[in-house]
Structures are given as structure tokens and as C-alpha cells.
């Protein structure tokens, strides 16, 4: 996301205890999180395996929660090699417990969402360049064939 005055709104919204629905951008949460994707994020801190949003630049991002320690919260994007630099629990603002596709809402209690919250904490080493790799084929030919 990269329209600054929309992720203070929305940072500000999720502080305060509000449900939002957030656009998803790029691959890094390829297969399960789509470009055009949208998330339905509540404020409640991530377990391991959840998809958790937090703040990182000003930024947004939603990746999974690989694990935690006493300080910080340690988060990878499904189709990334490597992870995100430690988050501190006041920078983690929710947890993403739906994805809407093509007017399809999917809960993140779904069987698919559950194994790969079940799975990826510790497959993503394994899975990271394989994802990235198909989710750009992916984007390439859906924007090919949409004409975009």
C-alpha cells in the first residue's frame, strides 16, 4: 500500500480497535494472498502461523508470523527468500481472518488457510523461492490477459 495518508487511517482505525479491509499489493504472500486481493484485518495480535499486520517505515504489511520471543515478533512473506527484520509488539497492529477474491469471501479458518498456518512456520525456508517464482508467472500472465 502505498498511499501514506491511508495507512496512517488505517493504522489509527486498527489502534483504536477497529475492524478494516485492506487492499493486498504484490506477491510476497503468494499463493494464498493475491494483487487486487483484499484482507479483513481485527485488531488482535497474530499466533505463529497467522497472517499478522504491522507497521514497519510507515508501511503496512501483512506476512506470516514465523515465531516470537520476549521482545519481538518475527514475520516472512509465504514467497519470500528471506524474513522481515524483527517487529517489537507495539509496531504488530492486527491479524488478517479473511481474504475476499473476485466478491468470494474466504475466512482464514478454511482448511487451505489452516494448513498453511500449520505449515508454513516452518516450510518457509523450503517454499519461499518457489512461490516467488510461480506468483510472478502468475501476476505477469493475469495482467497479460486482463489487458492492464
Do not use: W
Not at 117 to 129: A, D, E, N, Q, S
Request: net charge positive.
Amino acid at each position: 500500500m502505498a498511499d501514506t495518508k491511508l495507512q496512517i487511517t488505517l493504522k489509527k482505525l486498527l489502534q483504536d480497535g477497529h475492524q478494516v479491509e485492506v487492499p493486498a499489493h504484490g506477491i510476497s504472500m503468494y499463493p494464498l494472498l493475491h494483487p487486487g486481493d483484499k484482507v479483513v484485518v481485527i485488531p488482535k495480535l497474530p499466533q505463529t502461523g497467522d497472517i499478522g499486520v504491522f507497521c514497519h517505515q510507515d508501511i503496512l504489511i501483512a506476512h506470516r508470523l514465523i515465531k516470537t520471543d520476549n521482545c519481538h515478533y518475527y514475520f516472512k512473506g509465504d514467497a519470500l527468500i528471506r524474513s522481515d527484520t524483527p517487529v517489537k509488539a507495539k509496531d504488530v497492529l492486527g491479524t488478517v481472518v479473511a481474504r475476499k477474491r473476485n466478491n468470494k469471501t474466504t475466512s482464514t479458518n478454511q482448511l487451505l488457510f489452516r494448513l498453511f498456518k500449520k505449515l508454513m512456520p516452518k516450510l518457509t525456508p523450503i517454499t519461499g523461492r518457489p512461490f516467488n517464482y510461480y506468483g510472478r508467472i502468475h501476476y505477469k500472465l493475469t495482467t497479460l490477459l486482463s489487458g492492464n
